[in-house]
């Protein structure tokens, strides 16, 4: 355990003697590195931005309206009660499984 934090030490140590006899070259580094994370930033915005726009103008070409295009509603859970939406026959998005009495689901609800 010592070892290792000899190591971390004297690599501190060499560090900071590096920075303080060459100050131009840590201040460029440092700024080289400021830019690099800036233009990374600045270019998976972008893509993101492109990539957004591509599925909104591609959905509106084929005459999707914004409503229709979003996601799926959540599963409708049973309420209990005798309602004919808390009837064991009944579709996992709520609606009702039309042909069958009391029969089971065709797929259950996901428990939350």
């Given at each position: 355990?010592?070892?290792?934090?000899?190591?971390?030490?004297?690599?501190?140590?060499?560090?900071?003697?590096?920075?303080?006899?060459?100050?131009?070259?840590?201040?460029?580094?440092?700024?080289?590195?400021?830019?690099?994370?800036?233009?990374?930033?600045?270019?998976?915005?972008?893509?993101?931005?492109?990539?957004?726009?591509?599925?909104t103008a591609g959905?509106?070409?084929?005459?999707?309206?914004?409503?229709?295009?979003?996601?799926?509603?959540?599963?409708?859970?049973?309420?209990?009660?005798?309602?004919?939406?808390?009837?064991?026959?009944?579709?996992?998005?709520?609606?009702?499984?039309?042909?069958?009495?009391?029969?089971?689901?065709?797929?259950?609800?996901?428990?939350?």
């Amino acid at each position: 355990m010592t070892t290792h934090l000899r190591f971390i030490v004297e690599g501190v140590a060499q560090g900071h003697s590096s920075v303080s006899s060459n100050p131009l070259r840590a201040g460029l580094g440092a700024l080289a590195v400021a830019v690099a994370v800036a233009t990374i930033v600045v270019v998976v915005t972008a893509l993101d931005g492109l990539g957004r726009y591509a599925r909104t103008a591609g959905a509106r070409a084929f005459g999707a309206t914004r409503s229709s295009w979003r996601r799926s509603p959540r599963p409708v859970k049973s309420r209990g009660g005798s309602s004919p939406r808390s009837s064991s026959a009944t579709r996992h998005w709520g609606g009702p499984i039309y042909g069958s009495s009391n029969a089971t689901p065709a797929t259950t609800s996901p428990s939350r």
